[in-house]
C-alpha cells in the first residue's frame, strides 16, 4: 500500500505569524489505495493574537486553528487524534459523508476519547469540497479545536493561488457562561443593515450573546496576519470558514467583485458575483478573485465591534507592501452580499410546496432563549427530549423549519447533504446544497430535502450556535 503525502501547507509558521501559502498543482484522481495518515494532538495553548490579549485555549498541533490538512478526493484519511486537553473529546468531521462510528459525537456515535486517550478516525473523505473539522465536545470548538479540510475534486477549475482562510474570534470566557444561562449583557455587533440587527426590536435583550476579546483570521490579529501576495492577472480561489460559534461574518475584500462558486464545499448551479460574503456560523463559502491591477486592499470581516478591524489581512501586488490598504466600510446598506435566495433564484412569487416524492416529512418550530433561560428548544423540547426523525434507507425526507425566535439559527444535519428547496415561502429554482444554513427569525420558514443514503446510523441535526446546542436545540436523524 503506497502512502499518500500529507501536505501540512497552509497556516505554516514564520516568525510567529501564520501565512496563507498556495495549492500545489491539483494531482489525478489517487487510487483508492492512498491512505493519508495524519496525528492531531489536541492540547492547552495560551493563545496570544494581539497585545495584552493571553487566551487560555485549546489548540491541535499547537496551533490555532488546527492545520490545514489537505486530501485528493478518493484518497483515505486515516487521522490519529490524541487527547490532552483534560476532558473527554472527539473529532467531528463536518459536511462529510462517513461511516456513522466515525462522525465523532460523543456518546451518540462514539464513547469520547478520555483524556490522554487516543482514538483513530479512518475514512474516505466525501463530497470533494471546502470543509472542516472541530471537538464537539462542550464548549471546546470555542476554545480553539477546529480546522479546515479540503478535499480537492480533480473537477474544479484551476487556481493561480488557492488560499484556506478560517475566520475565528477570542471569546471572553465569563461570557461564556453568562450566554449558556441566558443572562449576558454582550451586545449584537453585526454590522449596521444586516438581516441579524434588522430582526432586533429596540427592546429586545438577548442574554445569549458571547462577548470577544480579539478576531482572527488564521491565528493573527491585524496588523500582525501576514499578507497575501498576489500577481496582476491572477485569479486566486478563497476558501474561507467562519469559526467563530455564535455570529454570522460579513468579508468582503475592498475593490473586488467575489465570484462565489462554492457553498458549504458544493458546486452552485451557477457562480454568483458580490461584493461581500454572508458566512453563518460553521458554513464555507469558496470565492474567486481576480486581480487586474497593482494595488494594497484589506480582506476583512466586518462588524460592529470596535475592535473589528483585527480581523483583517492585507492582499497586495508585488511592490505594494507599503502601501496604506484599501479598505471597506463596516456597514453593509447598499451592499450585495452572498443569500441563498440569490443563488438559488428564489421566485418572486411564491411557488412552494414544490412537487417530488415525500417519505418522511417532519416540520420543527424553533423556540425558546428567553432572558435568564437556559433552553433553545425545537418543538418546545430541549435535548435528548426533542422529536428525532426516524428513517428508512432510501427515504426521501423533508425537514421544515419555522422560527419563533428573533435570531437566526444555522442549522446543521450532521453526514448529508441536504437541498435547500423553499426559504419564506419561495421555492428556489436551483436548491443549494449545504450542510449548514441560516433559518430567519420572526416566523421565517425553510424546507430542506434529502435522501436517506447514508450510512446507517444516529446522525445529529442541530443549531450550529455552540450556545444554543448546548442548551438543546438538536435532535437526531436515526436510521432503521
Ligand atoms: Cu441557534
Known amino acids: 500500500m503506497r ?56 489548540a491541535y498541533n499547537g496551533s490555532i486553528p488546527g492545520p490545514l490538512l489537505r486530501i485528493r478526493y478518493g484518497q483515505r484519511l486515516r487521522a490519529r487524534y490524541v487527547n490532552r486537553t483534560g476532558e473527554p473529546s472527539t473529532i467531528h468531521w463536518h459536511g462529510m459523508i462517513l461511516p456513522n462510528a466515525m462522525d465523532g459525537v460523543p456518546d451518540v456515535t462514539q ?49 493561480d493561488q488557492d488560499i484556506a482562510l478560517v475566520f475565528h474570534d477570542v471569546p471572553k470566557p465569563a461570557s461564556v457562561e453568562a450566554a449558556l444561562a441566558g443572562t449576558s449583557t454582550a451586545p449584537m455587533v453585526d454590522p449596521l443593515g444586516s438581516p441579524e440587527l434588522l430582526a432586533m426590536s429596540p427592546d429586545d435583550r438577548m442574554g445569549d450573546e458571547i462577548a470577544y476579546a480579539a478576531h482572527c483570521i488564521n491565528g493573527a490579529s491585524y496588523p500582525k496576519a501576514s499578507p497575501i501576495v498576489v500577481q496582476v492577472g491572477q485569479r486566486v480561489r478563497l476558501r474561507i470558514l467562519n469559526a467563530n460559534v455564535t455570529q454570522t461574518r460579513y468579508v468582503r475584500l475592498a475593490g473586488h467583485v467575489l465570484r462565489v462558486t462554492h457553498a458549504d464545499g458544493n458546486p452552485l448551479a451557477q457562480p454568483v458575483n458580490v461584493e461581500a460574503l454572508r458566512v453563518g456560523v460553521a458554513e464555507r463559502y469558496d470565492a474567486w478573485v481576480e486581480f487586474t491591477k497593482p494595488g494594497a486592499w484589506l480582506l476583512q470581516g466586518l462588524s460592529a465591534d470596535p475592535m473589528a478591524f483585527e480581523q483583517a489581512v492585507v492582499v497586495h ?98 453526514g448529508h447533504v441536504f437541498e435547500i428547496v423553499e426559504i419564506n415561502g419561495h421555492a428556489l429554482r436551483h436548491p443549494l446544497f449545504k450542510d449548514t444554513s441560516l433559518v430567519d427569525p420572526n416566523g421565517g420558514t425553510m424546507t430542506w430535502r434529502f435522501s436517506a443514503t447514508s450510512p446507517a446510523g444516529r446522525w445529529l441535526l442541530h443549531c450550529h450556535n455552540d450556545i444554543h446546542m448546548m442548551d438543546g436545540m438538536m435532535t437526531e436523524v436515526d436510521y432503521a
Open 317 to 414: 501586488t508585488p511592490g505594494m507592501e507599503h502601501a496604506t490598504p484599501q479598505g471597506s466600510p463596516s456597514a453593509l446598506e447598499g451592499v450585495r452580499y452572498f443569500t441563498y435566495e440569490l443563488a438559488g433564484l428564489a421566485q418572486a412569487v411564491g411557488a412552494w410546496p414544490a412537487g417530488g416524492r415525500i417519505d418522511v416529512s417532519r416540520s420543527y418550530v424553533l423556540g425558546g432563549g428567553q432572558w435568564a433561560s437556559d433552553r433553545w428548544t425545537m418543538n418546545g423540547s430541549a435535548w435528548p427530549n426533542t422529536e428525532k426523525i426516524a428513517v428508512r434507507r432510501g427515504d426521501r425526507v423533508e425537514v421544515r423549519f419555522t422560527n419563533k425566535t428573533d435570531m437566526h439559527h444555522p442549522m446543521h444535519l450532521h
Open 111 to 159: 464513547v469520547p476519547v478520555a483524556d490522554s486517550g487516543a482514538f483513530v478516525y479512518e475514512y474516505t473523505p466525501d463530497p470533494p469540497g471546502t470543509r472542516w473539522y472541530h471537538s464537539h465536545a462542550g464548549h471546546q470548538t470555542l476554545l480553539g479545536l477546529f480546522g479546515m479540510i479540503v478535499v480537492e475534486d480533480p473537477r474544479d477549475e484551476r487556481a
Open 3 to 58: 502512502r499518500g503525502t500529507f501536505i501540512a501547507g497552509g497556516f505554516a509558521l514564520a516568525g510567529g505569524a501564520m501565512v496563507v501559502q498556495a495549492l500545489p498543482p491539483l494531482a489525478a484522481r489517487a487510487a483508492a489505495s492512498d491512505v493519508v495518515d495524519v496525528s492531531l494532538t489536541a492540547t492547552p495553548l495560551t493563545f496570544a493574537p494581539f497585545p495584552g490579549i493571553s487566551f487560555q485555549g485549546l
